[in-house]
């Protein structure tokens, strides 16, 4: 009986690892095909500027983000100023908007339709001055869309960081001869490291992977260049060549984040830690900080908002409601059906690592877990090379009329989503049954009970609430998704982001403000969920 | 000549818009060791935080080496006071090695200066043989000696300890206490120390300050403060206590029902009804006396039994006996009252 | 056992969204259109004929490279794009087949489909002149070619030349003139450029308005958009701007046309074909062309009012739009010679 439940998960683990593994091995198996002419074109004229403004833009999005996020969670962690409490968590509500949805909002305000000219045009009638001002479309606009839209994951990761010593290690600072600026230096950043390191690192595999800014603004990254070798010159094998350096890169990247994470050292050694008594700021200097929370916050949530909010209120009327409606239900239950499917599986995964460490399930388990760095548009990629070899070669083999038999089905986007956002969830799982400790485990086989009745009597309760936050995650994120369903959505199927990026390249930026609210309130609430968790530890 | 290493003159300390101490005066000498006590929120963290600076004070002048670091107008910020703190939760630098943490404090000194300042203390602690290791793999015992050596290492001009061993379990507590005196009188180091533990407090302290009400009520040594407490709330603090009524007598005597007892009373009138206080070793277990009572309850302690005993008049009160002498719940022991000084207290006390 | 069951369910969640689109009432279009463009002519299909219509809505050239990664066993019946110089890449890659019509062949005219009946035209646009008739007047700018003249340098803005609708022009010009003087042309314009190319047509049209140039090109429909736009603003500047249809005295104004054609692999041909019809039919074409402000294929339809206002009738280039999507390539290589970005 234990033989067959072993033998099972097995073959499970090995279907799933054949889903994750084949699309990825395709698109490095083809760095042996013979370079094509589109690629010697590719690596004379465009390769150099991928390089070169993905070197560029991930430098610099890396740099300030880490200067933002790090200085945020520092100044509302170590003082008091007013509307310290309130910034603290506000801080982190810039997460909830996409960086396209940005991207598209900032390159409307100073168009006709945007309010910053319409604010100068209606008192000072100097439209004209601001429609000319600025482009934001170009390089510049990119980092700074990405630096606002990121710069949240690098504050949220600093936030616990810090709580989690209380301020007796910056007192103790004082006590030792530091001034402000050395125990910043010296105390204060050294115990963030690793969250500084693991928060840019995402922000930096997010950067890479974002699709949807660079080609609005007519940037040329590997993204971009992924797409337009596939799409618009058409050939496959030149955008399997740029997966594979895009891939290399990003396995890099991850590989030396966990190295660096390695040492637990960073925890506190004690686990009892006393609250953090701030710093009250009584010169004139405390509005300074004030502000300086008040300009990012706008920048990141305020101001996109109030442009929605403008373009909502001239189109509201025309708005055709049942269309949004029929695209958030659409979003909605695609979301919902694969977060369920990603759940259940992810749970497995998880369960079987935890009663089994056999070296293939670590090595399983740790694959599996890679599938976020993926960018979407290589995964989208990577997913039809296969299956349209095989829709083709099928029909020779077994003789009978050529048909789609995935091609625009959900299939395709539910496998592609799988790969990409099972990782979060499977995070969540590993971490929320590694707080369970093996003891439940012995006790319930003590009375009897095998370890799939283990798994529903006693952990599925426990971890009821964990299984909550993965699914909203996991929803959230795929609501949001837009390259991987801009290429592989079926017949019929018209999601909010894509209908925005639609939008975007009809030029028809006013309209985006009904579905552009929509998407971003469904985003807020794992943000604000997640953020009160946060928030609501730290008091502990 | 033992200059006062702090002086505390009418020190007032307010938080949050209440006053926590009030006229606190008093001063410490180079080189002594004084625990401060009290009950919880009696302001003893307030007042240690304001010696080192954290915190300034409402009113009044603290001076460290006869200078002022804070009198309201003037106020010198911590990191300019070479005070040393240890917080309850230890906070080592996790990041930093155990000989990191220790030599933190000394940058202003050569490589070579740091490391042999760092290894003396290491040895005096007994923690060399773990120097390089960082806190997370030490045990709590062991941190708390990184704690003590990097607060030490750069000689501060006092040192603040704050409940340093609540965490420890009592073996270490032993052996922890007594190396940290001896550091401390090695290096002379002036020291606070902040504890709930009577014991704690006798064993490391040259002087014990007692907070009650946002004062100082009594400022003694840990001997007085045992045999001469000035309070029953100090009393009641520093060991087990009874009260037996009693009635002066004369200036010599006065009235119990255990009988007479001779002792000073000028401090009360004749015929005026106080407490006597009465601790479980001015009792004694004598067979041969004309007093006895009644066995309530016992707890043994190895070498000794405490009992607690019923008088004639249903007092109550403690008595240790050495635990040969074995009784049981309600029998009838004789004692003696063996007091070598009177501790009395009307009711204001 | 539940475990197995839990998995099995997996499985099947997966497979049974594969709802497949083969039943004999359907046609799967592929459109580069945008679907809220087209669906309400599409359910007025339905309703006629009971033949279910699926659309899949993306960039011209993403649908046309997944209809040929997709090979025989592509579910796409049908492809609604826009710019004849789509439709001849569409054809060359071998993606489409002939339909034999006769109704067809009736409703479309012969310069707007393909000359081997691949693929037909739906619906027409302009590309013309707009300007500010403050600054310049119209007969500096009466025709394309008087774009090059020296006399309004620097009072020019059009945009990039990697546009689809400037290739098209580029190849009219090239087919009417040769490319000598087409490359002679294109130089001479970019030195009349205000500014390097950068924007849309609309962008344009604004920079015309605001006064950074006198003149653009742009295509016809984005002047309905403003006409009808929410925005004060954009209003305001449809007042400001005109327009006017190039050579009208000679050969007419360069058009461009959207349209469809039916992949070689498909699996409902006739219903595909019966769509087509359907879109060339006079109703269709009524609502069709309103829809984005452009013009019917055939001369009886009534255009909108709101087209109406720039003007039309007008005289149109009647060159067969087959050659237009032939000389394309050559277009890119001219304008990179003239060094039009």
Sequence with gaps: ?540 | MNQNKLQIESVKIVLENTTILNDINFAIKSGEIVSLMGSSASGKTSLIRSIAGYQNIASGVIKIDNNIVDNTKIFIGVDKRNTGVIFQDLALFPHLTVRENIIFGLYKKTQQDKNNRAAQLEDMLNISSITNRYPHQISGGQQQRVAIARAIAPKPTILLLDEPFSALDEELKESLMNDIKYILKKEATTAILITHNPKEAFTMSDKIAFLSDGKICQYDTPYNIYHKPLSKEIANFFGITSFLKATIKDTNHIETVLGTIFGNTEKFKKGEDVYLLIRPDDIIHDDNSTESARVVDKIFYGSDFLYKLELKDKQKIYCYTPSHHNHSINENIGIKPVIDHLILFNNNL | MKHKFLNFILIVLMVVPSTHVYSSGEVNVYSARKEYLIKPLMNLFTQETGIKVNILSAKSKILIKKILDEGKATPADLLLTVDAGNLYNAKSKGISKAIESKVLARLVPHNLRDNENHWFGLSIRSRVIMYNPDKILPSEISTYEKLGNKSLKGRICIRSSGNIYNQSLMSSLIYHHGEKYAEEWASKVVKNFSRPPKGNDRSQMTAVVLGKCDATLANTYYLGKWITSKKDVERKYANKIKVIFPNQEGRGAHINISGALVIKDAKNTSNAIRLIEFLASDKAQELYAKQNHEYPIRKNIKVSDVVQSWGYPFKMDEMNLTILGSQNARAGIVFDKAGWK
């Excluded at chain 1, 509201?316 to 409601?321: K, N």
């Excluded at chain 1, 099928?394 to 009978?400: D, I, K």
Aim: net charge neutral; glycine share 4%.
């Design chain 1, 1 to 540: 009986m234990l033989n067959k439940i072993e033998d099972f998960n097995f073959f499970i683990l090995s279907v799933f690892l054949i889903i994750f593994i084949v699309p990825i091995l395709f698109i490095f198996l083809n760095i042996f095909n013979d370079a094509s002419e589109t690629w010697i074109h590719i690596q004379n004229y465009l390769l150099h500027d991928y390089i070169i403004n993905s070197l560029i833009i991930v430098f610099s999005v890396a740099i300030i983000t880490i200067l933002l996020g790090t200085s945020l969670a520092w100044i509302v962690s170590m003082y008091e100023f007013p509307g310290v409490r309130i910034f603290r968590w506000l801080l982190i509500i810039p997460m909830a908007i996409p960086a396209y949805v940005n991207a598209y909002i900032y390159a409307g305000i100073n168009e006709t339709s945007g309010i910053l000219f319409n604010l100068f045009e209606y008192y000072l009638g100097m439209g004209a001055l601001i429609y000319d001002l600025y482009d934001i479309r170009n390089i510049y606009g990119a980092i700074v869309i990405l630096s606002i839209s990121l710069y949240p994951y690098v504050y949220l990761l600093c936030l616990p960081a810090l709580a989690n010593h209380s301020n007796s290690i910056f007192e103790i600072g004082q006590s030792l001869g530091l001034n402000r600026f050395q125990r910043l230096t010296k105390i204060g950043l050294p115990i963030i490291r690793p969250a500084i390191i693991a928060g840019s690192s995402f922000v930096i595999m997010e950067t890479l992977a974002e699709y949807a800014t660079m080609q609005y603004f007519g940037v040329s990254t590997f993204a971009t260049g992924i797409f337009r070798s596939w799409f618009v010159l058409g050939d496959e094998s030149s955008s399997f060549f740029l997966s594979s350096i895009l891939l290399t890169i990003i396995f890099l990247l991850v590989y030396f984040e966990q190295i660096s994470r390695g040492s637990k050292k960073y925890n506190n050694p004690l686990n009892k830690v006393s609250p953090m008594r701030k710093e009250k700021l009584l010169t004139n200097k405390k509005y300074i900080l004030s502000i300086y929370c008040f300009i990012i916050f706008s920048l990141g949530f305020m101001i996109p908002l109030i442009q929605l909010l403008y373009w909502i209120s001239y189109t509201i009327q025309e708005t055709d409601i049942n269309f949004i409606i029929s695209l958030l239900k659409s979003s909605s239950v695609i979301a919902i059906l694969t977060s369920i499917i990603v759940v259940i599986f992810t749970i497995n995964v998880a369960y079987i690592v935890r009663t089994s460490s056999s070296l293939f399930n670590k090595i399983s388990s740790k694959v599996l877990s890679v599938g976020y760095a993926v960018p979407g548009v290589v995964l989208a990629v990577a997913v039809i090379g296969p299956i349209s070899w095989i829709e083709n070669i099928l029909p020779e083999v077994f003789n009978y009329e050529p048909k789609s038999l995935l091609t625009g089905t959900f299939v395709l986007l539910i496998i592609a989503y799988l790969i990409r956002f099972s990782t979060i969830s499977l995070k969540t799982f590993e971490s929320g049954l590694n707080k369970i400790s093996k003891n439940y485990d012995l006790i319930s086989y003590g009375f009897g009970l095998s370890k799939l009745q283990t798994l529903y009597k006693v952990h599925l309760p426990i971890l009821l609430p964990t299984i909550y936050s993965a699914m909203i995650l996991v929803f959230v994120d795929i609501v949001k998704e837009l390259p991987i369903t801009l290429i592989l959505r079926p017949f019929n199927f018209n999601t909010l982001p894509v209908y925005l990026y639609e939008l975007a390249e009809s030029e028809n930026l006013s309209s985006m403000g009904v579905p552009g609210l929509i998407l971003i309130i469904i985003c807020l609430i794992p943000v604000i969920i997640l953020s009160k968790g946060i928030i609501k530890n730290e008091s502990k």
